[in-house]
């Protein structure tokens, strides 16, 4: 009866997936993504009031939410399920902590506002760019094809879902250490706001420009605009805006052990989703080997 029930409900779910519209699919994701976020909060109180250690909860309840994205992920067979959870946990998470820890200095609030300017960014240009709940971004489908189903779900849940996590509650560290800054924003702390809302405006441009250079020319590779002066302008400005806020963090605190938290991120992007991207484009696009000479990494 169990295994009848189970695959009556991953029939429906089945189906659901191929009639889902981008907008049912866009109101499936934020459910997915409420119900992971109120399941971590449960688990939060209930696990700091046993250990008494906020930073430890905040990381068990920061894992338990992506192994629930990841669920949800194998339910529709669909890694991509989890794209958004890069730009949503950070501001919520510095938001919520601002009323567990009742802090609202100003280093704090410049914290909200760097980190809520660059998360309402990359989830919109993932809107923007998702086109549904049956559609799996390009390099989860190569995975899911060219390994055995066995290793394909390992390097799912630890490489496209868990690392992804760990890298961004790293980088994330700093800037939760502030929030027991006892002193006041000072100019280093505002250079730091500027770079990151900088970065995060980078972001927006590189990626603007290359939607609209992809729609005029397609199969092409972007060499307009920032794209003409490096060849990951959207992953140069990612890569900043978590150095902004290890200088926000460092302006008041100094120079310690945390600064190993955006070298995670930056070794993330430099080893991994860079050579990803970048051996595809020389697969795909015809002449991207002769940019990639002309043209430097990040800027």
Known sequence: MFIIKKLFLRLIFANMKRNYSKSCSIALIAAIYILATVASIILFVKLNSVLNSPIWSLFCADVLATIIVWGFGLLYENVSVYDPYWSVFPPVAFLLWCFFTNTWSL?????LVASWYWGIRL??????????????????????????PVVFHLINFFGLNMVPTLVVFAAMLPGLMLYEATETANVITWIGLIVCLASATIQLIADKQIHDFRDAHPGQYCTVGLWKHGRHPNYFG???FWWGIWIMYASLNGFNWFILCPIAMTALFLGISIPLMEKRQLKNKPGYAEYRKKTRILI
């Not at 998702?130 to 055995?148: L, V």
Request: no cysteine; aromatic share 14%; glycine share 2%.
């Open 123 to 148: 989830t919109r240009n993932w809107a923007i760019t998702f086109h549904g709940i049956a559609h799996e971004d390009w390099r989860y489908t190569k995975y899911r094809e060219s390994q055995h």
């Open 238 to 240: 990612e890569v900043q």
């Open 107 to 111: 280093p704090v609030i410049l914290i």
